[in-house]
């Protein structure tokens, strides 16, 4: 592990002929994104010419219902549940959460102990959610055997408040002292937050975009048949609706399921896994009297329904944002505002960039939506063409050059991410 002092260690010096160890780490405190965006860049790395053993540590339960490639598994913490208000409580367990975080601790560090991972990756908390990560951290660095990576997601929030939860939380330092390399999963033309957040240059060096994660695999036309005729869905256009994990996403869903579709037209509602008991009993009851809305709970991979559909309604979480893009689906997104403004300001530069709309979530109603389907406009194209997709295909170039000592880095970019144009 490198402390700032470029230390290397002998098996990493070996060369890659050996079956590299590769551990992800993802919180889950709202919603389901981490985990989603960990085990993309899991199958991305397990399907390189590295082919590593990959383990992954998550906070959500939800983790057994996804299907993993071969060569990856999964420990699952005791979960954390993140209310509106940003406070963190237990999900299950009836412990205080200090007694929580000080569990998931050692699970973590007894996990990273026993693994002897090459590589660990973390997902947007530094230092883990509650610091969870800094006895293992230190473990790590005393052993000098793991190279550690910091991946962000392309927004973390408004500027002011990111740089005061690095002060508070000690992220500069942690970054600074235990990482290596801060892979960035966007495009420096739509978001460079490196200039937006002020990093330091310690840390600024040690940043690569790699671009967008391409959430778009081309299917046959027979296995999306197949995969639609699972969902029971009715004949005609499609307009469907996302709402991420679901646990904020009743404004949305309501107004979706209440407003009226372009004739001929189904709408599908995915509720998500966390959305409360009350709103999907209210959600039935409409769905009930209206047999073109369809209602789905948990969908591990909404792939099929986005191939099919016309338009997109969808909150603007990272993962539902790449998928909309690299679908280069007509889509309208309702941004979550609070405890984060990340969302917001997604879509709107995004939606600057003329690649999708915006509706702030004051403004939704019913009748915005109705609106909004029934406009003949042409859906947003190019995407590709105008924003960095590549993040998959480059993890790997990092990946290596990560472990090969070899970085073959210029200002914030790797030698793969500028091949890949």
Known sequence: MNN?????????????????????????????GHLRRNLLIAEALSRSALQPTILLITGAREASAFALPRGVDCVTLPAVRK???????????????????????????ATLDAFQADVFIVDKVPRGTGHELDAALQSMQASGHTRCVLGLRDILDEPGAVQREWLRDGNCEATHNYYDAVWIYGDPTIYDAVHEYNFSAEIARKVRYTGYLDRHVPAPATARDEA?????LPPGRMVLCMVGGGQDGALVAEAFAQAEFPAGSNGVLV?????????????RRLAATKPRLKLLGFIADPSPLLRHADRVIAMGGY??????????????????????QEQLIRAQRLSEHHLLDMLHPDEVTPQALKAWLEQNDKPPHGARERINFDGLAVLPHLLQELLSDNPAVQDGQCAACERSH
């Open 83 to 109: 209310s509106m208000d940003g406070q963190y409580y237990a999900r299950g367990l009836d412990v205080s959460f200090a007694d929580l975080i000080a569990l998931r601790s050692n699970i973590i560090r």
């Open 319 to 340: 993962n539902t944002v790449c998928e909309v893009l690299s679908h280069e689906k007509h889509a309208l997104i309702i941004p979550r505002v609070k405890p984060r």
């Open 228 to 232: 639609l005729a699972a969902f029971d």
């Open 4 to 32: 700032g002092q470029g230390r290397t260690t002998s098996k990493q010096s070996e060369g890659s002929s050996a079956c590299r160890r590769i551990a992800l780490y993802s919180h889950e405190t709202m919603g389901l």
């Open 271 to 283: 509720t998500g896994p966390f959305m409360p008991p009350e709103v999907q009993h209210r959600l």
